[in-house]
């Protein structure tokens, strides 16, 4: 019997699936949260778009950094370990940031939050390849995804709630305390998966090597640019600048703006939801998930086409969609994790993180620059001119993307589709 279905898949989804989605759930919200607290982010540390952009985007870039060590830890101790003492990191990240005074410590709590939270996705589809046969592992990943970006609704109207009780410093200082919590759960919940969840051995001169050898593949190179400009574009506008956007552009005051967001993040669940179901249903009539993949990038991009336009109206659908649809950006994860031996998981998903948070850190921190160059609106906020040529950038990159993917047919060549299942 293969080792993977001695625990019955109800035992997996409780015992591994639901508490590494807790810590993925935190690591959503603290991604999102200053979407909604931007404006007293910036009136109490003087912020303009440039700064609020390069604070938020610190978290993607402490986050990016330790990708590459994140995944030779895993690939060694195990997702369980690793994941518990992260987000113990992420409790003191919250603690420095709920009492820091200015935007230097605002910077450092936000990168050990970022920190501490690197791990959220990776422990988590580790623990899938760990746990899951291998033809499971798009529908585990996009459910586990689903789970916790529910940390993605939790950043909109409940934090625009829990603010009407306290400020943003008391919201951090509970978030420190349900982290705590979030590791605690971890280290007693899930159990160790025998003979493997100890990890590889062997030296660091190994572990890089396997890090070599994802980076040296010309498959991890054809299917990264799309998978990296879609996915920092879903993740950079959902954590920051969608908010701005429609405030800016659509005019709404912080309850409504954090009411669209809500709707937003709900489409970001119902797509990650749906998509579980709709890897399996494609397979059937025989298109593999990076098929699936580039069906998505399609309405992606003429959601964001079409937010340029500013037809009346129509933002938060627009937004709605974007979200709904760029969900299947995650599809590569699992590709590549099938692609490569189960040994160098870890470091085939970390690998991919290390350029998608480095590409939402650049982007959330870029668009705050392009906002920048044009002048403050006469009624407060930024320039719809720097909104939509911000987006403008973004979107072109995602193209330029597609059209990479499309050109590299024949030297990298990654089915679209499969044989029907009988």
């Not at 995944?71 to 113990?88: E, I, K, S, W």
């Not at 493997?196 to 051995?201: A, E, L, P, R």
């Amino acid at each position: 019997m293969n080792e993977q279905l001695r625990f019955s898949p109800t035992r997996i989804v409780l015992t591994v699936t639901l508490p590494f989605a807790l810590g993925h759930f935190l690591s959503y919200l603290y991604r999102n949260v200053n979407a909604v607290i931007a404006d007293d982010l910036t009136r109490e540390a003087g912020l303009d778009a440039t700064g609020l952009g390069l604070l938020t985007a610190a978290y993607f870039l402490s986050f990016a950094l330790f990708q590459i060590p994140l995944g030779m830890l895993l690939d060694r101790f195990g997702p369980r370990r690793v994941q518990a003492t992260l987000l113990l990191v992420a409790a003191v990240g919250a603690l420095v940031f709920s009492f820091a005074s200015d935007l230097h410590w605002l910077t450092v709590g936000r990168a050990f939050i970022g920190i501490g939270v690197a791990g959220g996705l990776m422990s988590a589809f580790k623990a899938n390849v760990m746990w899951w046969p291998v033809e499971k592992l798009p529908s585990a990943n996009a459910g586990f995804m689903a789970l916790g970006s529910l940390g993605a609704l939790a950043a909109t109207k409940p934090v625009e709630q829990v603010l009407a009780y306290t400020d943003w410093r008391g919201l951090f200082l509970g978030l420190a305390v349900v982290t705590v919590m979030a590791a605690g759960t971890i280290l007693t919940v899930v159990p160790e998966r025998p003979g493997i969840s100890g990890g590889v051995g062997g030296s660091l001169r190994d572990a890089l090597g396997g890090v070599r050898t994802v980076l040296a593949s010309r498959v991890f190179w054809r299917l990264a640019p799309l998978c990296v400009t879609m996915h920092a574009a879903l993740l950079g506008y959902q954590g920051l600048w969608a908010g701005p956007w429609i405030r800016d552009v659509e005019r709404l005051d912080r309850a409504a703006t954090a009411t669209a967001l809500s709707w937003t993040a709900v489409a970001l669940i119902v797509g990650f939801l749906s998509l579980s179901v709709l890897v399996e249903r494609a397979r059937r009539v025989g298109i593999a998930p990076a098929g699936v993949m580039l069906i998505g990038a399609v309405p992606t991009l003429l959601a964001q086409a079409l937010l340029l336009l500013q037809l009346p109206g129509m933002s938060t659908p627009l937004w709605v969609a974007f979200a709904l649809f760029g969900t299947t950006s995650m599809l590569p994860y699992a590709v590549l994790q099938q692609h490569f031996p189960q040994a160098l998981a870890g470091r085939v998903g970390t690998a991919m993180n290390l350029l998608v948070f480095s590409s939402v850190f650049g982007m959330q921190s870029g668009v705050g620059w392009i906002i920048d160059l044009f002048p403050v609106a006469a009624g407060g906020g930024y320039a719809v001119e720097g909104h939509r040529t911000g987006l403008a950038v973004v979107l072109g990159l995602q193209i330029l993307a597609l059209a990479w993917f499309l050109a590299w047919r024949r030297s990298a060549p990654i089915p679209i589709r499969v044989p029907p299942a009988p």
